[in-house]
């Protein structure tokens, strides 16, 4: 499956000298995407139960154990065409004297027009240990809400193959 999508972006950004040792950097981002969005790697999954086929009813009501006879098949899922997305983004970075080190602490909140909402907040400790050596533990926390439109599975009604 291919198709076509065009991205327009606007990017902003300040930094702000605070001292001899600290930046305070802020970042405002917008993209339009206009196309083909849909990634061609990833499948739906849709499980057709045909009512004809199930076993286990009683008067029309469904049993306590009630396993459906079904066929699942995958399709390419299909998003919308149109992607509003937009960003603000905060950092802090110290430059420890005393260590020769720096500690960089960030947060990003992200939305779209698909309902995604996503938060990320990370903190970085960058040591330098030699001439060419850094070591840079990181920690990150991410947390992202669902789109509108998504489902994990499809149950339609009727068989895969009708006549």
Do not use: C
Not at 57 to 68: E, R, S
Not at 129 to 137: D, E, G, Q
């Amino acid at each position: 499956m291919k198709g076509k999508r065009d991205d327009w972006g606007l990017n902003l950004g300040a930094t702000q000298v605070i001292n001899q040792g600290a930046l305070l950097e802020a970042g405002l981002s917008f993209t339009h995407s206009f196309g083909y969005q849909s990634n061609p790697y990833k499948a739906v999954e849709v499980a057709f139960i045909d009512p004809l086929k199930q076993q286990g009813q009683a008067g029309g009501n469904a049993l306590a154990n009630y396993t459906y006879d079904a066929e699942l098949v995958a399709v390419l899922e299909q998003r919308p065409d149109l992607r509003n997305q937009g960003s603000l983004s905060l950092k802090y970075i110290q430059h420890i004297q005393t260590t020769d080190a720096a500690l960089h602490t960030g947060y990003r909140y992200f939305q779209d027009n698909w309902g995604i909402q996503a938060h990320t907040l990370d903190i970085e400790w960058i040591q330098p240990l030699a001439k060419t050596w850094t070591l840079s533990p990181r920690l990150r926390y991410y947390t992202q809400t669902q789109a509108d439109f998504y489902t994990p599975y499809m149950i339609t009604d009727q068989g895969l193959y009708t006549r």
